[in-house]
């Protein structure tokens, strides 16, 4: 498996191949839930570009882990791992969604 800040760069500069294969993007229709919305915003954030706040790391939590988006990606980057790291960050840093804390 590649490592984070490579499939981080990978997502940021792909065409969004992936956009409609993920629920979450597709029930929300929403730019930022798809895969190269939530990757791009964690390189952001990884940067410093982006604050780490609640709304920014929530995006990682819109997610499912279904592996949807790594099933079309033509370069097999990998979203939900990369994504997994990012919500310990945020719990982490207690910024997770109170959901997750309870």
């Known amino acids: 498996m590649r490592d984070g800040k490579t499939a981080l760069n990978l997502c940021h500069f792909c065409p969004k191949l992936c956009r409609f294969s993920c629920p ?10 798809t895969p ?3 990757m791009t915003t964690m390189k952001l954030v990884d ?3 982006l604050p780490m706040n609640r709304e920014t790391m929530g995006l990682a ?5 279904c592996k949807a988006s790594e ?3 033509e370069i097999d980057n990998p979203v939900s791992p990369v994504l ?5 960050r945020a719990f982490q840093a ?3 969604p109170t959901a997750v804390h309870d």
């Open 61 to 65: 939590y819109k997610c499912l882990n």
């Open 84 to 88: 997994d790291t990012f919500r310990v």
């Open 36 to 38: 190269w919305g939530k």
């Open 47 to 49: 940067q410093g570009r």
């Open 94 to 96: 207690g910024l997770a």
């Open 24 to 33: 979450v993007a597709d029930a929300e229709k929403n730019e930022a839930t």
């Open 71 to 73: 099933e079309v990606c």
